[in-house]
C-alpha cells in the first residue's frame, strides 16, 4: 500500500479538523449538499487525494429523508424510489489506476438521531407480507435503540454503500452491487474494518451512502435500521493488486453472553431453504417475545443473521436464521 502526506482539495470542499481525530494528517470534509444518485466515470470529482489521506463524508439517509418522525406505514407506499441511494462523493484518489486496489480503511461510523425500517408489499425475501408496515427508531443513545417489550437492539452503524464508478460509460444503478462494489450491506465493515474494491477507472472516483445503525447478515426485509450520518474513511492504493472482487477485513461480533437461537431450512432449493429458515424464526418471536409478524420480520432485518451452513451434501442444503439472545430482556 502506498501511502503520500498532500493532498489537493478543490475549492467547494473545506479542510474541517475532528476533535476525536486531530493529529491526523490530510483530513477533509464531504458536504451534506454534494450528492449524486447514479454511478458514472463522467461524475465531477468533488474532492482529490492521495493515499493516506483521511476523508469525512456526510451521508443523508438512503431515501434522501423521505420517511420522518411524523410518518406512518401508509408513506410507505408512496416512497420515491428514484431518490434512493444518494451517494456522498465521488472522491478522486490520485495514482489509483484499472488493476489496483482502492484500500478503505473505516475509522468511523455515526449515525443521527432518528431511524427507520420497512416493510413493503412486493419488496424483501418474503412475498406474504401484502401490507406496508414503518417502524421508527430513537437513536439517541448512540449505543442500543429500543425495540418492543424490552429488547433492544445494539448499534453497529455501517455504510452499505461502499463503491467506485464502473468501467462502463453512462449511468449504473447504486444497486445491485458489482466488482465495483456498491450496495454489498456488508454490516462487518464497521470501524477497524477495511475494504478493497479493483479500481476499474482512473482515481477510482470512489462514493459512500446508506449509512445503516444496525443490520442482520441478509437483510431480509429489505431495510436495515435506515438513517442519516458520518463515515470517516482513510484511502490507500495497492498496485497491481489482481482482485476480482472486493475483499474486507473484520475484527468480527464478540460472542452472546446468552449465546443463540436459530432456526434452519433445508431443501434442495437455496432461496427457498432461505425463506422457510426466516419464516420458522418469525414464528418463534411472535410465539415467544408476543410480537406481531411485521415486528418480528424488522426484527430479522435488523439484527439477525442468515447464514448458509452446509452445501455440500446435495441435493439438500441447509440454511440458518440466527438470533443473539442478548437483545432480549432477561
Not at 410507505?76 to 441511494?85: G, I
Not at 425463506?275 to 409478524?293: E, F, N, Q
Not at 430479522?300 to 451452513?309: F, G, L, M
Given at each position: 500500500m502506498s501511502v503520500s502526506v498532500e493532498s489537493v482539495v478543490l475549492p467547494q470542499v473545506a479542510r474541517e479538523p475532528a476533535e476525536?481525530?486531530?493529529?491526523?494528517?490530510?483530513?477533509?470534509?464531504?458536504?451534506?449538499?454534494?450528492?449524486?444518485?447514479k454511478w458514472s466515470r463522467s461524475h465531477k470529482p468533488v474532492l482529490s487525494v492521495k493515499a493516506g489521506d483521511t476523508v469525512t463524508f456526510e451521508i443523508n439517509?438512503?431515501?434522501?429523508?423521505?420517511?420522518?418522525k411524523d410518518s406512518t406505514s401508509?408513506?410507505?407506499?408512496?416512497?420515491?424510489?428514484?431518490?434512493?441511494?444518494?451517494?456522498?462523493?465521488?472522491?478522486?484518489?490520485?495514482?489509483?489506476?484499472?488493476?489496483?486496489?482502492?484500500?478503505?480503511?473505516?475509522?468511523?461510523?455515526r449515525v443521527g438521531d432518528f431511524g427507520w425500517s420497512y416493510v413493503q408489499p412486493g419488496f424483501g425475501l418474503l412475498e406474504e407480507f401484502g401490507k406496508p408496515f414503518l417502524y421508527k427508531w430513537d437513536l439517541k443513545n448512540k449505543?442500543?435503540?429500543?425495540?418492543?417489550?424490552?429488547?433492544?437492539?445494539p448499534l453497529k452503524p455501517f455504510c452499505g454503500v461502499l463503491g467506485i464508478a464502473p468501467r462502463s460509460r453512462g449511468f449504473t444503478d447504486v444497486a445491485p452491487p458489482g466488482r465495483h462494489g456498491g450496495?454489498?450491506?456488508?454490516?462487518h465493515v464497521t470501524a477497524g474494518s477495511w475494504v478493497k474494491i479493483p479500481v476499474l477507472v482512473d482515481g477510482a472516483l470512489f462514493s459512500a451512502g446508506d449509512?445503516?445503525?444496525?443490520?442482520?447478515?441478509?437483510?431480509?426485509?429489505?431495510?436495515?435500521?435506515?438513517?442519516?450520518?458520518?463515515?470517516?474513511?482513510?484511502?490507500?492504493?495497492?498496485?497491481?493488486?489482481?482482485?476480482?472482487?472486493?475483499?474486507f477485513f473484520t475484527a468480527g461480533d464478540e460472542r452472546p453472553r446468552k449465546g443463540y437461537h436459530a432456526a434452519t431450512g433445508i431443501g434442495p432449493d437455496l432461496m427457498e431453504a432461505?425463506?422457510?429458515?426466516?419464516?420458522?424464526?418469525?414464528?418463534?418471536?411472535?410465539?415467544?417475545?408476543?410480537?406481531?409478524?411485521?415486528?418480528?420480520y424488522v426484527l430479522?432485518?435488523?439484527?439477525?443473521?442468515?447464514?448458509?451452513?452446509e452445501i455440500v451434501d446435495r441435493p439438500n442444503w441447509v440454511v440458518g436464521t440466527m438470533i443473539s439472545k442478548d437483545i432480549f430482556p432477561d
Open positions: 476525536e481525530l486531530t493529529g491526523m494528517p490530510n483530513r477533509y470534509h464531504v458536504p451534506l449538499e454534494t450528492f449524486h444518485y439517509d438512503v431515501g434522501s429523508r423521505q420517511l420522518d401508509a408513506d410507505v407506499m408512496r416512497f420515491d424510489a428514484s431518490k434512493l441511494y444518494p451517494l456522498a462523493g465521488p472522491v478522486f484518489v490520485e495514482g489509483a489506476e484499472p488493476g489496483d486496489a482502492l484500500a478503505v480503511e473505516v475509522l468511523d461510523v449505543k442500543s435503540a429500543p425495540f418492543e417489550n424490552g429488547i433492544k437492539i450496495n454489498m450491506d456488508i454490516r449509512v445503516h445503525a444496525a443490520m442482520g447478515d441478509a437483510e431480509v426485509c429489505g431495510t436495515a435500521i435506515e438513517c442519516p450520518g458520518t463515515a470517516t474513511l482513510r484511502f490507500g492504493i495497492e498496485k497491481k493488486a489482481g482482485l476480482t472482487y472486493p475483499e432461505t425463506k422457510d429458515s426466516v419464516r420458522s424464526m418469525i414464528r418463534h418471536l411472535v410465539k415467544t417475545y408476543d410480537l406481531t409478524a411485521e415486528e418480528a430479522c432485518s435488523v439484527a439477525a443473521d442468515v447464514r448458509v451452513h
